[in-house]
């Protein structure tokens, strides 16, 4: 059944449908200034899900530099840019300089709004311009061959960071299928200077994949998932899991790779 509907200033003019869901519909309908809601009609379930609709074209921005990575002996993971020719991943993903050089780099590996997968575009990376790993902290910056860059943009590398309870988005390959993105069921549930656990969905060749707070900015590198530790305490939980772009910018700076 419809409820009536009235604008500023609005008038009926016609006969009156007398019918009881009528009826109950004009008790309760009041117009409303322009400045005042229905707050009795809308209302907020639970949290606040509403985001401006620029926060999709945002999401689409950062999804087009997220890669595919397809390394000759290891399998597929995901990666991104941070400048028009590095990329971050983890080491897991990229281990050595050698596995470097025999890694190919899938971008635009999606489909369109016709479910018709979109042409690719692939790149080489260059291990001999830059090659920064850590085993520790799980994460490879490498050298891209041919800027990719500046067709596809690149994450900004800004410290923000993560904190319990707040959202997060992961853009991805999973499976070594085509891009995708985690954003439903996406809270963190722990954060410190070092991880960020969440619930947000990922599977395996998801690895190196940017998890993004809901202002598209880089919190963390996805890196693993499971029965997590959580590292204040005894408790293990099922949640995936990332590593701090903090911490990972803070090792940069140890290395002079940023002041």
């Known amino acids: 059944m419809f409820q ?3 604008g500023p200033g609005f008038q009926w003019h016609g006969q009156e449908d007398n019918t ?26 639970g949290d606040n899900n509403l985001r401006p609709i620029s926060f999709l074209e945002m999401g689409t ?8 990575v397809i390394v000759t002996g ?22 050595s300089v050698d596995h470097a050089r025999q890694t190919l780099l899938r971008f635009n590996y999606e489909t369109d709004v016709s479910g018709q997968l979109m042409a690719s575009s692939y790149y080489n990376c260059a291990p001999d311009m830059l090659f920064v790993t850590s085993e520790a902290l799980d994460y490879t910056l490498v050298g891209v061959q041919g800027d990719p860059g500046m067709q596809f943009g690149f994450v900004p590398p800004y410290r923000t960071a993560a904190s319990a309870g707040m959202r997060v988005n992961i ?4 499976g070594g299928q085509p891009k995708q993105i985690g954003l439903v069921d996406n809270e963190v549930a722990y954060a410190d200077g070092q ?10 060749g998801s690895s190196g994949s940017p998890v993004f707070d809901d ?6 590198l996805h890196h693993s998932g499971g029965w997590i530790p959580e590292p204040n305490g005894n408790s293990t939980h099922f949640r995936n899991e990332g590593i701090a772009f ?9 290395l002079g790779l940023i002041s």
């Not at 903090?246 to 140890?254: E, S, T």
Request: charged share 20%; with cysteine.
């Open 195 to 204: 991880v960020v656990q969440y619930l947000t969905d990922t599977m395996p």
């Open 20 to 45: 009881r869901g009528t009826r109950e519909a004009l008790s309760v309908r009041r117009v409303c200034s322009q400045n005042e809601a229905f707050s009795q009609k809308e209302v907020l379930i």
């Open 74 to 95: 290891l399998g597929l993971g995901t990666g991104f840019l941070i400048a028009p020719n590095l990329l971050l991943t983890n080491n897991h993903v990229i281990p």
């Open 246 to 254: 903090a911490a990972i910018l803070d090792d940069w700076a140890r």
């Open 61 to 68: 921005r950062r999804a087009r530099c997220v890669t595919q």
């Open 171 to 174: 853009i991805q390959h999973p």
């Open 215 to 220: 202002g598209w900015a880089l919190v963390a």
């Open 4 to 6: 009536v509907i009235e």
